[in-house]
């Protein structure tokens, strides 16, 4: 065959393939449009014949994930939303290459109704695919039930920030916007309640019933953190749902007095001898020892029972107590002491009541507590000045307590001659503790001490060196317009002020770092002040109450401060420092006991302390709280304490060692 007829035969031949090839591609079915999934908002629709679809948005689009490209033209006719009938106008949109179609209501769907989502077999895909068609039902989430406003006598309850001075009487008004469902306003829907305690309440509606008004049946407590309620139990009548309120509020104050009015003079008694009880009543019965708190039982406390001595002075100058009475008990006491447990002459932080024996203060901390020993030490010196030699009994207790002062080693202290104090010692684990006992803080009458010992003493520069830092402890800064001369910022806890002046009286006491006496009082000022400004914005701080200083409180114990402000009241901080601020500390005296009493006030005086943003009042005594309060006020009244202790020969010898005047 010729060159140009094969040619000729191959092209044929090629075309003739092609024919074939496109006929057979032309001829082939298209195949079918096959939905993947349907999502509104964040949730699948089950597309099961039959199947539930419930709870979905109003307010989203509906996209629909096929398994290839759809025809846009077919979508804008094949796919239709309607409600009872009434089709549901969308805006179209696609992604995915088409493969998703996004239908978006043009407004938002209704709540609480069934709608039925179409796909006709009109619908198809760009390359021809065929759909077979499809029927989705869903529901909508209900309406919601809103809050439109809550107030209750004028006090916005919707407010961010605390709500306080509320009436009693609770008369709130709850405004909705939409109507109540009767039936769902109750007890067990709206609640108001404090800690053990839910108050009983009225119920109306107003307002075609779209407002509700609250009123208490009884008056709440007053100064009280209490929580208003309202849970989903409650709806619409339209059957809209509610998602929830919750609300702390704070009662208003009852001002009325919870005791009887009576003169300065006879409340500052009244609290005296109250207090009192917690050491004479509350006495350990074997000891005579103060316990550590009011359920400590075995428990008594070394400086705590230092305070117990002084407080017992104070009953028998007040008559509370017979001066035998009076000095039986400190007999009992010096007895026990003479035959506890001591290491080195100091005594431990914790001694068993009974048999003497240490308890730890903690897994090292089971041996001697310098600074518990020199409270303690304080106490029985204040004593030792009362007693009367010419009187055989107290002569001897003379004796005893002169044995027992003398044979404390505060030198060996020194841990080998430092020029510092070091605070514990264990007999099994020596100075593991090694915490040296520098100020600013309420350890000054430690070295006072050591510095007076006829037998042990410590040299002055162990005071200069070691307390003072040589000038370390100056702080020289003012706080809300008071000079602080010495310790932290703001003063640190007001004890600092109190444990060691129980008896080393700070009237023009002076050495070359400070004014004892502008120190205490410009530290009880700076303390009230800050309550006053109150920067954290706690329930409760005002002229009247305020005070802050070591004490339990709702999770346990802290030194609080102005720098460790945790919203704890303890009216010993006030109480305390009545020879300081007495105007500003009989002002909160007289709030604690007439006005809060009801709350406050105890078989042993004043209890420990009190949170009112938290909702909690402590039912608790400490015997380090407690002390203060009967032996400061005495101080502020007749200057008892200060007058024995001050009395001593040795502390004239520490204070010319250390260079203090007054």
Aim: charged share 15%; net charge negative.
């Amino acid at each position: 065959m010729k060159a140009g007829h094969l040619l000729k035969f191959a092209s044929l031949v090629v075309l003739a393939i092609c024919l074939f090839s496109c006929k057979k591609d032309h001829e082939e079915p298209a195949g079918e449009l096959q939905v993947s999934s349907i999502t509104i908002g964040s949730q699948n629709l089950n597309l099961a014949a039959g199947a539930s679809n419930t709870g979905l948005p109003v307010d989203q689009a509906i996209e629909l994930s096929f398994n290839s490209a759809v025809d846009i033209n077919s979508a804008n006719s094949g796919i239709s939303l309607s409600l009872n009938g009434t089709e549901v106008p969308f805006n179209f949109s696609f992604s995915q290459e088409n493969k998703t179609v996004i239908a978006t209501p043009v407004s938002n769907l209704e709540n609480n109704q069934t709608y039925e989502l179409t796909l006709s077999t009109s619908l198809q895909g760009n390359g021809g695919e065929t759909f077979e068609g499809l029927s989705i039902n869903f529901t909508t989430i209900p309406a919601t039930l809103k809050i439109l406003s809550a107030t209750v006598s004028g006090k916005d309850l919707l407010s961010n920030g605390f709500v306080t001075d509320v009436d009693r009487n609770f008369p709130a008004v709850i405004k909705m916007d939409r109507a109540i469902d009767p039936t769902t306003l109750s007890s067990a829907s709206v609640v108001v309640f404090k800690a053990g305690a839910t108050a009983q309440l009225s119920y109306t509606l107003t307002d075609s019933g779209k407002t509700i008004n609250l009123l208490a049946l009884s008056p709440l407590v007053h100064f009280e953190k209490y929580t208003l309620t309202i849970i989903n139990q409650l709806k619409a009548a339209d059957g809209a749902v509610f998602n929830g309120f919750t609300k702390e509020f704070y009662t208003a104050i009852d001002s009325t007095p919870k005791f009887p009015v009576v003169s300065d003079e006879d409340l500052l008694t009244i609290i005296e001898q109250q207090t009192f009880k917690y050491f004479w009543d509350f006495g350990h019965p074997v000891s005579g020892m103060a316990r550590e708190r009011n359920n400590s039982g075995e428990v008594v406390t070394t400086g705590g029972s230092g305070f117990g001595a002084m407080a017992i002075l104070v009953g028998i100058h007040r008559n509370f107590i017979t001066r035998q009475e009076g000095v039986d008990r400190l007999e009992k006491m010096v007895d026990f002491l003479t035959a506890a447990d001591r290491f080195h002459g100091a005594w431990p932080h914790w001694l068993n009541g009974t048999t003497g024996a240490v308890i730890p203060f903690s897994v090292n901390d089971d041996g001697a507590d310098l600074v518990e020993t020199s409270f303690l030490m304080q106490g029985l010196l204040a004593a030792r000045q009362f007693l009367d030699p010419l009187n055989a009994q107290e002569n001897g207790l003379i004796a005893k307590i002169n044995d027992l002062w003398n044979t404390v080693e505060w030198d060996w202290f020194t841990q080998g001659g430092q020029d510092v104090l070091y605070w514990h010692w264990s007999p099994d684990k020596g100075w593991i503790m090694n915490v040296q006992i520098r100020g600013y803080n309420e350890a000054l009458i430690t070295y006072v001490l050591a510095a007076a010992s006829p037998t042990h003493t410590i040299d002055a520069e162990v005071y200069h060196k070691g307390w003072a830092s040589n000038g370390g402890i100056i702080n020289g800064n003012s706080y809300y317009g008071f000079p602080l001369p010495l310790g932290p910022s703001y003063g640190g806890p007001l004890f600092f002020a109190h444990y060691s002046f129980l008896g080393f009286d700070p009237h023009n006491l002076q050495d070359q770092y400070a004014s004892y006496w502008t120190q205490n009082v410009n530290h009880t000022q700076i303390n009230r002040a800050y309550c006053i400004d109150n920067p954290k914005n706690y329930v409760g701080y005002s002229e009247q109450c305020w005070g802050l200083t070591a004490s339990d409180n709702q999770a346990g114990y802290s030194a609080h401060s102005p720098t460790n402000d945790l919203g704890v009241i303890a009216p010993t901080a006030a109480l305390s420092s009545f020879p300081y601020t007495p105007d500003y500390s009989m002002e909160a005296l007289k709030f604690f006991y007439y006005t809060i009493g009801d709350k406050l006030w105890g078989p042993y005086g004043f209890y420990d302390a009190f949170n009112p943003t938290a909702g909690w009042y402590a039912d608790s005594d400490l015997a380090i709280d407690e002390g203060p309060i009967i032996v400061m006020i005495e101080n502020y009244r007749s200057g008892l304490l200060w007058d024995l202790f001050m009395s001593g020969p040795e502390i004239d010898v520490a204070m010319n060692k250390l260079g203090f005047t007054n």
